[in-house]
């Protein structure tokens, strides 16, 4: 077991790359084509809800579904050839949730849904959104695998578990700890820890090389990516999953039925956030979606 107890999978050995469904990589399933799309840190605004709502009703099952890695899916999608119909392309693309379409498959980051809201030690949106940004900048990241996943906690411990290629946990407001595999790294400041784990990022796709056999995971490789360090006695304990329903102070965590939201399920959380005042929702890694109830809390404030 590793020490953040998951099992080890680095003798596994590949023998195809990885077949993550995107908008423009879909996967064809029995009811038609299949596609993910990766909201960082779960992040959705409501107009993009409603609008895929909207796609999802016209095109495909008629349902939003949501995944342990807080993205989004529609199924049923027409297409050919292993591509979708290009008037279902346009409309994904009007959503607003394809900002890259070249780095699609690789924009995985998972961050823990209450942050700067309630709870925590930093407020991790400003380092997710750096982090997206370089991802997309460069064109080899896009080369990343499309399970290659990245995940922040921010010091409240809900993500400390995960399994992750590379990460941080916050220590205090303006220090993290970098997660490097299933080892810990070095601390790095807050305002520098996108482009630490870019760099990092960088490093496993010069080792792990190409074909079908390289690598897709950071544990997978056959010599570390970065020289372990012991933990820091500031990191978290860590916390159970978030609750479904009230959360005060924080706003509510609505539950995602097992076959997906429908239109009708879509417009009134887009219609509850929207009257809260961000105008924007977590899809969380819990099969739910937390409706923010206001503008949240000081980074670093006391609870």
């Known amino acids: 077991m590793s020490p953040m107890g998951s099992p080890s999978p680095s003798s596994t050995v590949r023998a195809r790359r990885d077949r993550c469904p995107g908008a423009l990589r879909p996967w064809p399933a029995d009811d038609g084509l299949l596609v993910r799309l990766r909201l960082v840190g779960g992040r959705l605004p409501a107009r993009s809800l409603r609008a895929l709502a909207a796609v999802a009703e016209e095109y495909g099952d008629g349902r939003i579904h949501v995944t ?19 008037g279902v392309l346009r409309a994904l693309e009007g ?6 379409p070249a780095h699609e498959l690789v924009r995985n980051v998972m961050v823990s849904p209450r ?35 990245f995940v922040l906690d921010d010091g409240s411990g809900d993500l400390l578990e995960r399994p992750c ?11 993290a700890q970098l997660r490097v595999g299933e080892r810990w790294g070095p601390s790095a400041p807050l305002d520098e820890a996108a482009a630490s784990l870019v760099r990092l990022a960088d490093r496993f796709l010069e080792l792990r090389g190409e ?23 500031r990191l978290p304990d860590p916390a159970p999953p978030l609750p479904h329903g009230p959360l005060p102070g924080v706003g509510r965590h609505a539950p995602v039925p097992g076959d997906g939201l429908d239109r009708a399920a879509a417009d009134a959380l887009a219609e509850e956030a929207l009257a809260a005042g961000p105008g924007e929702l977590v899809v969380t890694p819990w099969r739910g979606v937390l409706v923010p109830a206001g ?9």
Request: contains cysteine; aromatic residues 2%.
């Open 295 to 303: 503008h949240g809390t000081v980074p670093g404030e006391a609870r």
């Open 115 to 149: 942050t700067g809201l309630a709870g925590g030690k930093a407020d991790l949106r400003p380092v997710a959104a750096a982090l997206d940004a370089l991802l997309c900048a460069a064109p080899h990241r896009a080369a990343l695998p499309g399970r290659f996943l």
């Open 211 to 233: 074909g079908p056999s390289a690598p897709w995971h950071v544990c997978e490789l056959p010599s570390p990516l970065a020289d372990p360090a012991p933990p820091d006695p």
């Open 68 to 86: 342990g890695r807080a993205n989004v899916q529609l199924r049923a999608l027409p297409g050919a050839d292993g591509r979708l119909d290009p």
């Open 165 to 175: 290629d590379l990460g941080i946990v916050a220590l205090d407001a303006r220090t």
């Open 95 to 100: 959503t607003g949730l394809l900002p890259s």
